[in-house]
């Protein structure tokens, strides 16, 4: 069956430090990825998405992506951390052709100031 | 602006109602989608449909029910069957299928019983 996963459910770090959160997928053919954020009590927000090409792909707030093809992984990374970062992240996958995204079970990151 | 909107943000149901929740986007977008979220807890489909006239069951159908009379609307119906309706209730868009397009959210309904 095709996956997401992410291994994380909360990630903490010390505001102005390096984040990442992590993403796996099992899924057949090349996908294209994306990252949402949600903040209590809304939607979610798209941050970024991986179609083909460059595999970092820089998104909304100063988040980026690394796409590893060979580890199948879509990782979320920003160099610097800010309070404000705090909220529930997701990664989702969308197969070749498919009619729906899959989705990761999310993760909370907590920036401590 | 292009967007979808959920509306109410905020219902409240008795027990052995039920209730309606909207849907609406002008996006032209052909595909939306239903979406149940527990405190803390990611996305369960519930309810998805690709074109006018037609939707299939999610993951979570059960004690559901939608209706897709128009592109630009997707209403939910929470029934009287569902027995755990308390919880974050979300809607999205898409282009059509295999689109890289992704998703766009709704802003959400937070439905209690009471």
């Known amino acids: 069956a095709q996956s997401v996963a992410q291994p994380e459910d909360q990630v903490n770090v010390a505001e102005g430090n390096p984040l990442t959160v992590k993403c796996t997928y099992s899924v057949s053919g090349n996908p294209y990825l994306f990252w949402y954020v949600q903040y209590p009590n809304r939607g979610l927000q798209f941050l970024l998405k991986y179609i083909t090409g460059d595999n970092l792909v820089k998104g909304s707030y100063g988040f980026e992506a690394e796409f590893n093809k060979s580890q199948t992984s879509f990782h979320l990374k920003k160099p610097s951390a800010l309070v404000s970062d705090s909220a529930l992240y997701f990664c989702?996958?969308?197969?070749?052709?498919?009619?729906?995204?899959?989705f990761g079970t999310g993760t909370r990151l907590q920036v401590f100031p | 602006d292009g967007g979808i909107t959920q509306s109410p943000k905020y219902l409240f149901r008795k027990e052995g109602q039920n209730v309606t929740l909207s849907c609406e986007q002008n996006l032209n977008h052909d595909a939306m989608y239903w979406y149940r979220q527990d405190p803390g807890q990611g996305l369960r489909l519930i309810y998805y449909s690709q074109i006018v006239n037609d939707f299939q069951k999610g993951d979570i159908a059960e004690g559901y029910s939608v209706s897709r009379e128009k592109k630009e609307s997707f209403p939910l119906t929470v029934t009287s069957a569902q027995k755990n309706p308390t919880a974050f209730y979300l809607c999205?868009?898409?282009?059509?299928?295999?689109?890289?397009?992704?998703?766009?959210f709704g802003s959400g309904t937070r439905l209690t019983v009471v």
């Open positions: 989702a996958v969308r197969p070749p052709f498919a009619d729906k995204l899959i």
């Open positions: 999205a868009s898409s282009e059509n299928r295999g689109s890289s397009y992704g998703y766009t």
